[in-house]
């Protein structure tokens, strides 16, 4: 019985051996051949080497930290090289590969961000990765502050832009700035009710006395925007009704389409101009 143990045993192992050798073999093959492709021929041939990061987290045997550290510096390297024009494409997959290998490893978040928007133009690549550093790391700001960064001054998308900035709001130790930002995307979303609420929040709850007068300044803006959807409401009313524009505002009250007159900020009567029917702030919000 052990005999025969023993000789299954033996030719089991054999049989795992002959396998490996194949597959090796196999290997070895597919590699020479690949190695007969010229790279000139076919630019960027060579991110066919970088498997999955899941992969390669496994294969470095407890050195993920130094692995992501390479394909790193090899990620600068291949996405700076203009010989490669169609490097970009994978641009997500190499930099999804280093977050694997280390996802508390920052920067390559930020410089990957910054590859897609200034060299390769994609936004929503650069979005990919940023969101992919939020999600590893929930307690970095830095990754939808970049996010609304970009979106509000390259992109110009409102909306995103206070999406973002809203998610860094919602980060402990998050800087202020944020506040102001998302209150002022509000504004030029045309959302006063968010802009003056977010503003008045800023006013009352900072104590800088800088960041309180440039609150104020915001404040004066958006009361000026309201009340002249208020008052220019009550003109077409008036026009629609008499045939003309009012000669004054003070018209307006005196027909009962407005309660008051209202005034801005600091207790001024708004300009008007009864020939075209508009009116506008008395001063400049950043001149007061």
Excluded at 82 to 101: M, Q
Excluded at 167 to 190: G, H, S, T
Excluded at 223 to 250: C, H, V, Y
Aim: glycine share 4%; hydrophobic share 40%; aromatic share 14%.
């Amino acid at each position: 019985m052990a005999r025969k143990f023993l000789r299954e045993k033996g030719s089991s192992s054999l049989v795992l051996i002959l396998c490996l050798l194949l597959s090796c073999g196999a290997f070895m093959g597919l590699k020479v051949k690949i190695d007969r492709i010229s790279r000139a021929k076919i630019p960027g041939s060579s991110i066919i080497y970088i498997p999955s990061g899941k992969f390669l987290k496994y294969a470095t045997f407890g050195y993920s930290s130094m692995a992501a550290d390479l394909v790193y510096l090899w990620a600068i390297q291949y996405f700076s090289n203009t010989a490669v024009p169609e490097r970009f494409d994978n641009l997500e997959h190499v930099f999804s590969i280093i977050s694997e290998l280390d996802p508390r490893y920052i920067d390559p978040y930020e410089v990957g961000a910054l590859i897609a928007i200034y060299d390769s133009k994609d936004f929503d690549t650069a979005f990919k990765i940023l969101d992919k550093g939020l999600e590893k790391n929930p307690e970095q700001w830095i990754f939808p502050f970049d996010a609304g960064h970009y979106a509000q001054l390259m992109k110009k998308d409102w909306q995103l832009a206070q999406k973002y900035y809203q998610k860094v709001m919602a980060i402990p130790d998050a800087p202020e700035i944020a506040k102001r930002l998302y209150a002022n995307a509000a504004f030029k979303l045309a959302d006063l009710k968010t802009a003056w609420e977010s503003w008045l929040e800023v006013y009352q709850t900072t104590k800088d006395e800088r960041v309180k007068k440039f609150a104020s300044n915001h404040l004066y803006q958006v009361k000026a925007a309201m009340d002249r959807e208020t008052i220019q409401e009550a003109i077409k009313k008036f026009r629609e009704k008499f045939g003309r524009n009012p000669s004054d505002l003070s018209q307006l009250a005196r027909a009962g389409f407005l309660s008051a007159l209202p005034k801005d900020l600091d207790g001024e009567d708004y300009l008007y101009d009864p020939q075209k029917g508009e009116l506008k702030p008395p001063k400049s919000p950043w001149k007061r």
